[in-house]
Structure formats: structure tokens, C-alpha cells
């Protein structure tokens, strides 16, 4: 599998750079001292106006120069490819080659070149099988990447994971807010070189054929975790009464990938199951629910909020065995009591409580009898000699 992703991995001809001040001076010299002249290194390299366009536009840096260009002349010049990635200054993606000039972009400026794909990458990837996509139905316009989502904090941390993986680059931000929007949308706009480096380790599609990358089954389990993090902030939701957690999606290949990955970190998901058109599948069970927040849990902070309620609220069960113990105690403590007092000492429903009785009851546990003021409880002889 694949660890890094280098500037070689991408189609170098429509990839172009700029290389740092000293070395680029040096290294286009070196050049022109091997072919003896600027027309000869010119022709070489099937390039015009040697005189100019090398000399001057290239060795001075005011423009960037076709990547295949600069393997050309390192070929030549027994200049080792890692040499020339590690001093690239900027680096961009070109379309429209046939015209003059082209259509570039933004380039990244400093690019983090090599590319690691780790937690950090692999995040970026789980938000684009989210909330994001890459555009390339029409590369001659680029091959944009797009980011939407309504939560400010999930925008913020998108926007500092892809600076911290490939370099200086700012997102071309979009305010989506009218009618059919419930909330204020922002649309974060990436240029093509991103959506190549990408592209180069994960054939993203849309629609029925999406997936999701099958790399993410041999990467580090905190890359997992980043992964479905990514993903649940954007496609998942927390429904507190029913507690549980659940993820759809509208193709059929990637939720069944998502359940995989998910029963591979041991987890309990449902059968997927279709609700209003979307496939669904669901965490319900409370070692799941605890377990995912433990090693996954939420970014997007309401979603945190009602994940840590479900946990702080617990389970009925366990509620039931918590007020098992205390009423237990309780009586022991009083010697008997009457069911509004042990109602008053926990501070629960009458209901609930007179429940939690008849339970105890049945277990043998205690036994009541009639008093002036209704039943008077009193725990079993045999359960005080436990």
C-alpha cells in the first residue's frame, strides 16, 4: 500500500513549478553550461525563445515551468528527482495547454512535498465521502475540490488540516444563505492541484458509484478513527431518546464498506435498512455507543453534546440496577419505609419507583405489607444475609 505520494506520482505534464531562488538559478545554469547555449537547451527540451523564456522568465522565477521540463534537464544532468521535489517552491496544475497561457489556478505556495497520507489525509478523504466532492467532469475548467457544511467549527478544522497537509493554500469561501437553507452554508473551494494529489491514491467517484478508498482496511487504527470521524460529523446523527448512532448515505457500495470498517473495529452495527431513501445502519447497543466515543467520537460539537448526554443519562438497566442497590440499602438502613419515602430518598418518579418495587419483589428480594399510610416495604431475610 501506498505511504507517500510524490510530485512524479501525478501527470507531470500538466503539473508546473517553481523552484527555490539559489537552487533554481544553479540548476538552469548547470543546464545551459551542458547544451552551450540557451537555443540548443531550447531545442532539446522543444521549448521557444530559449533566450527569453529560459534565460530570463524561467532562471529568474517569474513563472512557473512544466514539471516534465524540469525531469527533462534533471535526466540530463544526473539530478535525482527527490532533489528537485524537495526544492519546489510553488506548485500548480494547468489546463487548457493547447491555448497560450493555459488556466492554473491558485498554486500552493511551500508545498509539504512529500505527501504523507496518514490520520490527517485520511480525515480530509472522509470529508470529501461526506460533505465534500471532487469536480471533474470537465477538466478543462479544472478539477475543483468542494467542501459544504453548515458548522463553522468542522469548516475552521478542514481548512487547517489541508494547510498543515500540503502547504500554504487559502479555499475560495462561499456563503450559501437563502431560501431552502436552514442554516447559513459555507462552501470551501479548493484548486486542482489538491484534487490531484487526491486523485492520485483515490479514484473518488460520485453517485451510484461512489466508494470509499478500500486503503483505509490496512491503514493504522487512528487512521480508521479519523476516517469515520470525518464522515459521521458529516453524515451522521445522534438521536438521544432512542440511543443510538446513525450514518446513510444513498449508495449502496460505501454504507456497506462503512459497516465493515466499523465490524473490523469490533463494533455492533445494524443490518443496513432504508429510511426516506437513504441507506442507514445504526449503533445502539451501549458498549458501541461508549466505545465510539471513546476512540472516535464527534467533532461537530452538538452532535458531541448528545452523544455525551446518552452516556451521562445511561441506560435503563443500569439505572434500574443502581436503584436496585440503593432502595436495597435503603431498607436495610430503615429497617422498612413506605413507598413515598423511598421515592423522596431517590428522587424518582413514583411510577419508576413503584416499578423498581414490584421488580424487587418478584426477585424475592423484599416483601411489603399493608400500613396505615399504604404499603411498608422491608428487604428479605435471606437477601440481608447476602
Not at 492554473?104 to 472522509?126: A, H, Q
Request: aromatic residues 10%; hydrophobic residues 35%; charged residues 30%.
Amino acid at each position: 500500500m501506498k505511504t507517500l505520494i510524490h510530485v512524479w506520482d501525478l501527470p507531470i505534464e500538466k503539473v508546473y513549478i517553481k523552484l527555490r531562488g539559489r537552487f533554481r538559478e544553479q540548476f538552469l545554469e548547470a543546464a545551459h553550461q551542458k547544451f552551450g547555449t540557451w537555443d540548443r537547451l531550447a531545442k532539446f527540451l522543444e521549448v521557444k525563445r530559449g533566450d527569453t523564456l529560459l534565460a530570463r522568465n524561467w532562471k529568474n522565477g517569474l513563472c512557473c515551468c512544466p514539471l516534465s521540463i524540469i525531469f527533462k534537464i534533471s535526466n540530463k544532468l544526473n539530478i535525482s528527482k527527490n532533489k528537485i521535489e524537495k526544492n519546489i517552491k510553488e506548485i500548480k496544475f494547468k489546463t487548457k495547454l493547447e491555448k497560450r497561457g493555459g488556466n492554473s489556478g491558485k498554486p500552493i505556495i511551500n508545498p509539504k512535498l512529500l505527501i504523507e497520507i496518514n490520520k490527517d489525509f485520511v480525515e480530509i478523504l472522509g470529508h470529501i465521502c461526506g460533505d465534500g466532492t471532487i469536480i471533474r467532469k470537465n477538466p478543462k475548467k479544472g478539477i475543483s475540490l468542494k467542501y459544504i457544511n453548515s458548522e463553522p467549527s468542522l469548516i475552521n478544522s478542514f481548512q487547517e488540516k489541508m494547510k498543515k497537509i500540503f502547504g500554504e493554500i487559502d479555499a475560495n469561501i462561499q456563503i450559501r444563505n437563502g431560501p431552502g437553507y436552514r442554516r447559513k452554508n459555507f462552501c470551501l473551494q479548493y484548486p486542482s492541484i489538491i484534487s490531484l494529489f487526491i486523485l492520485s491514491v483515490f479514484d473518488y467517484k460520485t453517485g451510484e458509484e461512489m466508494d470509499i478508498p478500500n486503503f483505509i482496511f490496512e491503514l493504522p487504527e487512528k487512521a480508521k478513527f479519523s476516517f469515520l470521524r470525518a464522515l459521521f460529523d458529516d453524515e451522521g446523527t445522534v438521536n438521544i431518546k432512542e440511543k443510538r448512532i446513525v450514518i446513510g448515505l444513498k449508495p449502496q457500495k460505501p454504507i456497506e464498506q462503512i459497516r465493515n470498517l466499523l465490524i473490523y473495529l469490533k463494533f455492533h452495527p445494524t443490518k443496513i435498512y432504508e429510511s426516506g431513501n437513504i441507506l442507514k445502519i445504526s449503533l445502539q447497543k451501549k458498549k458501541d455507543i461508549i466505545l465510539f466515543n471513546k476512540i472516535i467520537g464527534f467533532k461537530h460539537p452538538l452532535k458531541q453534546r448528545k452523544l455525551n448526554l446518552i452516556i451521562e443519562k445511561g441506560w435503563k438497566f443500569d439505572r434500574y440496577i443502581n436503584s436496585k442497590q440503593e432502595i436495597i440499602s435503603f431498607l436495610e438502613e430503615r429497617n422498612e419505609a413506605r413507598t413515598i419515602e423511598i421515592t423522596k430518598f431517590l428522587k424518582r418518579q413514583p411510577d419508576t419507583i413503584r416499578k423498581h418495587l414490584n421488580n424487587l419483589k418478584k426477585e424475592g428480594l423484599i416483601f411489603n405489607r399493608n400500613g396505615n399510610n399504604g404499603y411498608l416495604w422491608r428487604v428479605n431475610e435471606q437477601t440481608q444475609r447476602r
